[in-house]
């Protein structure tokens, strides 16, 4: 695990976190805990991807991909278990 490529990666969750929330307003947690969620999703999502998908995403492009790909998907599950416990 390289440190560069993890801060790559929970920008790029940041970013699609943010993307998220904005995007899908029901399940927006509040545009700083996008940002959060986000990038913890793509620091965690982000690694993982990057074992799995190994040499087929290689480098800043896979870094940047699997970063905002776990931020979306941990923003969107984040927003649906906040909007099922408020209810």
Known sequence: MDLTSLLV????????GSAAGAAAKNYSLSPIGNAI?????????????????????????GNVVGGGVGGIVVTLVAGLISNMTSK
Not at 9 to 14: E, H, N
Not at 38 to 59: C, D, K, T
């Open 9 to 16: 990666q929970a920008v790029s969750g940041a970013v699609g």
């Open 37 to 61: 969620a986000g990038a913890v999703g793509g620091g965690v999502l982000g690694q993982l991807i990057g074992n799995f998908a190994g040499p087929m995403l290689e480098g800043w492009i």
